[in-house]
């Protein structure tokens, strides 16, 4: 008799729930700060931006640019949090046994992939935002990167077989 299983379903993990909430409260406390304050806009641009579509055209501009701004702070914070846990685990393995493999490269590259994510994700969404040709070109430079980067991690892992990537 064949037994049907049952998919299990996950759950939302709280620390994503978390900051989806603190991102969706940013962006609302960030369009109401540009309705009432129209000068919210310039101090998130550096005073670079021009006024030119009214009140809503504002908070949909304050609002882009502060999650493109938490995009980057996020991706910057999981590189940094991902060379400090690799460091660590190359010490402890090298202290217990200086000769064993610690792949640690292998660990850095998946920290360094996700955060390459997120500041593809915070260059598209500033290419919304701004639109010039600079900043569709420095968008063109990161998805080649991070495409030259999968590529090289690929090919790392195909040289040196099945025992390093499990």
């Given amino acids: 008799m064949a037994e049907r299983q049952i998919e299990k ?5 709280s620390l994503t ?4 909430a603190v991102l969706i409260a940013a962006a609302v406390l960030g369009a109401v700060l540009s309705f009432f304050y129209p000068g919210f806009s310039n101090l998130l641009s550096g005073g670079t931006y021009v006024s ?22 996020f991706g910057g914070g999981v590189m940094a949090f991902g060379s400090i846990l690799v460091i660590i685990r190359f010490i402890q393995l090298k202290l217990k046994d200086p000769y064993k493999p610690s792949f640690s490269t292998r660990y850095l ?3 360094l992939t996700l955060s390459l994510n997120f500041f593809i ?7 919304v935002v701004v639109r010039t040709y600079e900043e569709f070109a420095l968008l063109i430079l990161v ?11 690929y090919l790392e892992r195909r040289w040196h077989g099945t025992a390093e990537t499990e």
């Fill in 9 to 13: 379903t996950q759950d939302p993990n």
């Fill in 52 to 73: 030119g579509g009214g009140a809503i055209y504002n908070s949909i501009y304050v609002v882009l640019t502060l999650v493109t701004d938490s995009l980057y702070l």
């Fill in 17 to 20: 729930l978390t900051i989806i």
């Fill in 109 to 111: 590259s998946g920290y």
């Fill in 121 to 127: 994700g915070a260059e598209l969404v500033r290419t």
């Fill in 143 to 153: 998805i080649g990167s991070r495409g030259l980067f999968s590529l090289i991690l």
